[in-house]
């Protein structure tokens, strides 16, 4: 009988496609040709690929490594997502503590003031309080498969706008949107424009300067400042303390062994041995040997008055009392010419004085230039004498023309006189000297409810209400 040969029928290359279930890849192996069967080709992977929906991330090195070499049987990676990008949350950074921690201030020398704790922190408008990062959006995937993947956007920074607080346009920045003190206050940062301090003002609170009102429900005890750039209110007494502001003052009880200065006016409810400037009205019920400088001198009541002491008003005064039964000194001086008249005598004063340092001068010049002559030359440290003390010649002739051209301009401004007065609607005793002008009034005797004016040729003088 014949052999029975059996027919072997080629077989191609084939190749199989693998992804993983996120798409993240995608794998091909590919099988060797039988009996004879076509080779595998780059386009019968790409073919492939498509059928099994394959068509992002390709790796056409790899497409191409397979064919050329004929790598059957490796599974190779043929194809990558691009994974998606999450965005990145915001952060926020404070410029100031939350909490504010009272202990003495180092200044930049290295200097700790005991009596400054930090309690008030000043800030000015448009001070960064915080600088905000944004959150990103991240960028979308795409799978082997060429599906969209979505990515996970950033979160916004937590935080709260407080009042008078601003969040700048590009959302950045929390910024102070007033000057003020900067506290932290229900999750938020705010600026308050007034410090109210609930205590006394002591070695627990610290001296205090801030930008605007300062109110303080107890004392300022001895030996601690407050300064404020708006105004001051103390519900208690000041004693032995410093109080300044640019606008008004108020003591609602006793201002003692203090000082005291406002651009605007100061109210006291009584005062003692304390030096007070005011550009305004000052009132009080009494002033007890006081020195005080102000636009308008006011006592409240018909008890009290000025008993010892220092007083200059700038317009009339109308007081219940001046100076006491003890004839205890008491000057008033009444209006801007007083002041004046009292420059000049100290310019004068100066100029005498000068006087006598370019007559002094003069002698060490002549004496030194008759030496100069009779040696034809002078030793260095004579010669450097010499030039020194013609140096000096000449500026204090400077400076005493300088101070006659302001003894001329008082002088002018004398001549104009102003016929302010002093009115005593109680007793005016001895010991009392008031000045109006360049005329003084002193008081021998006891005077009852008295006016102290200004006679038509100057002269002062004392008459009934």
């Known amino acids: 009988m014949p052999e029975n ?20 890849e995608a794998y091909v192996t590919a099988e060797p040709p039988v009996n004879g069967g076509a080779e595998i080709t780059a386009e019968a992977i790409m073919r492939q690929l498509a059928e099994s929906g394959v068509t992002y991330g390709i790796i056409e090195d790899a497409v191409n490594k397979i064919a050329d070499k004929k790598l059957y049987g490796d599974r190779t990676l043929i194809a990558m997502w691009k994974p998606p990008v999450n965005g990145v949350d915001g952060t926020i ?8 921690e009272i202990a003495p201030v180092e200044n930049e020398h290295g200097f700790v003031d005991y009596k400054n704790l930090g309690l008030v922190r000043t800030v000015r408008k448009g001070t960064v309080i915080a600088d905000i990062t944004l959150p990103t959006e991240g960028e979308p995937g795409t799978d082997v498969r060429g599906k969209s993947l979505r990515q996970v956007v950033g979160k916004k920074a ?26 932290f206050k229900s999750n938020a940062f705010v600026i308050d424009n007034v410090v109210t301090i609930a205590g006394d003002v002591d070695a627990s609170v610290g001296n205090i ?45 006793g201002c003692i062994n203090s000082k005291v200065v406002a651009h605007g006016s100061v ?39 000025l008993m010892g002491g220092k007083y200059t008003s700038l317009s009339s005064a109308e007081l219940p009392n001046i100076g006491t039964k003890n004839y205890t000194p008491t000057m008033l001086t ?44 002078l030793p260095e440290d004579k010669e450097k004498i010499l030039g020194n003390a013609c140096r000096q010649k000449i500026l204090l002739g400077v400076e005493i023309n300088n101070l006659k051209k302001r003894v001329e301009e008082i002088n002018i401004n004398l001549a104009s006189r102003q016929y302010l007065t002093v009115s005593c609607k109680g007793y005016l005793y001895p010991g009392v000297k008031i000045i109006i002008n360049d005329a003084v009034f002193k008081a021998e005797t006891e005077y009852v409810r008295t006016k102290i004016r200004l006679d038509e040729d100057g002269t002062i003088c004392a008459a009934p209400l």
């Open 158 to 183: 937590a935080y709260s706008v407080g009042t008078n607080t601003e969040l700048t346009e590009d959302g950045t920045q929390i910024i102070a949107s007033i000057d003020g003190n900067i506290n």
């Open 93 to 100: 950074t404070y410029h100031y503590e939350k909490k504010v």
């Open 5 to 24: 040969n059996t027919l072997k029928l080629p077989v191609d290359s084939k190749v199989s496609v693998t992804v993983v279930a996120n798409g993240s």
């Open 334 to 377: 009444i209006g801007d010419n007083a002041l004046l008249a009292e420059e000049r005598d100290s310019l004068m004063m100066e100029i005498e004085k000068n006087n006598k340092s370019i007559n002094d001068v003069t002698l060490i010049i002549n004496f030194l230039n008759e030496k100069k002559k009779e040696l034809r030359s």
């Open 209 to 253: 300067n801030f930008v605007g009102d300062v109110v303080v429900k107890g004392e300022v005890m001895e030996g601690f400042k407050i300064s404020s750039n708006a105004n001051i209110i103390v519900a208690g007494n000041v004693n032995g303390a410093s109080l300044e502001a640019d606008g008004d003052i108020i003591i609602k009880k």
């Open 267 to 305: 109210t006291i409810n009584f005062c003692e041995r304390s030096d007070i400037k005011c550009d305004g009205t000052l009132t009080s019920t009494n002033f007890v040997i006081c020195d005080v400088y102000c636009g308008e001198l006011c006592i409240k009541g018909n008890a009290g008055g």
